[in-house]
């Protein structure tokens, strides 16, 4: 299995023995993919890790609330099925 950060350490000294010129068109190039990136991220509709984990909790408590409705439902329904 490979190890990230001995990957990384290799990534670094690459980088480290890259000359000044390739290193600045390689970081223009990061900087632009990362604009283009977040752009096409941005028309999407996404939302982020907290809201999804708000409506997930909202979605638990809905469900619950649903359940303990139905049983009172079938309490009633058995209350007047009995005389």
């Not at 999804?52 to 007047?80: G, I, P, W």
Request: aromatic residues 2%; hydrophobic residues 35%.
């Amino acid at each position: 299995m490979l190890n990230p950060k001995k990957i990384e350490q290799v990534i670094q000294q690459i980088q480290d023995s890259l000359p000044q010129g390739i290193k600045e068109l390689g970081q223009d190039a990061e900087a632009k993919l990362k604009q283009t990136l977040q752009a096409q991220l941005s028309k999407l509709d996404l939302v982020t890790r907290e809201e999804f984990d708000v409506q997930t909790q909202v979605l638990m408590r809905t469900r619950e609330k649903l359940a303990e409705l139905e049983q009172r439902v079938n309490e009633l329904l058995d209350q007047k099925a009995l005389p």
